[in-house]
């Protein structure tokens, strides 16, 4: 697995998920080996494109569930090829959309997987609509846990903040 800080590598063709992936809970480890499942059935290298700090942490001073080099870990613990880690800060803010799809096209992408509220680009000036006029995209299927609610980071830092770290701990899963 090649760490990219900062950089974005040039791939010949990839698949990509892109997202903050904040504690590589039960859900990002469902879609993370996906990828890699997917990447493997293509002949593609897998990509993860995340951010730090996560974009929760430095707009709303949210808590911040794993430091980078344990999200690094444990993503790479899934089998990812690459790990692209994008430094979320205001110069990271002032990149336009069509920057960032340029960004994406270094790593040639066969399909792109996000989240449905994924926005890109200055002011989140970019969306799906920018991102499917050049690639494929495919929106991340929203996991439960077995009691059927959503398992997300905002859900694991709400249950550590009202003291139910087992409860949390089940969802990160590690």
Request: charged share 25%; net charge positive.
């Amino acid at each position: 697995m090649r760490i990219h800080f900062s950089k974005m590598p040039s791939l010949h063709h990839s698949i990509v998920a892109i997202g903050a992936f904040d504690g590589v809970h039960k859900g990002h480890q469902t879609l993370i080996r996906k990828l890699v499942e997917h990447s493997k059935q293509m002949g593609v290298p897998s990509v993860v494109y995340t951010f730090d700090p996560p974009p929760r942490v430095f707009f709303r001073n949210a808590r911040q569930l794993t430091s980078i080099e344990e999200k690094v870990n444990r993503i790479a613990k899934l089998g990812v090829d690459h790990i692209v880690i994008a430094q979320f800060d205001e110069s990271y803010l002032q990149m336009s959309a069509s920057k960032f799809i340029k960004l994406l096209f270094r790593i040639n992408p066969v399909e792109v997987i996000v989240g449905r509220d994924f926005h890109f680009g200055k002011n989140r000036s970019g969306g799906m609509k920018n991102l499917q006029e050049h690639f494929k995209v495919t929106l991340l299927e929203t996991i439960c846990c077995e009691e059927g609610e959503v398992i997300s980071s905002t859900r694991i830092r709400e249950l550590i903040a009202h003291g139910n770290v087992r409860e949390a701990q089940s969802l990160l899963n590690w």
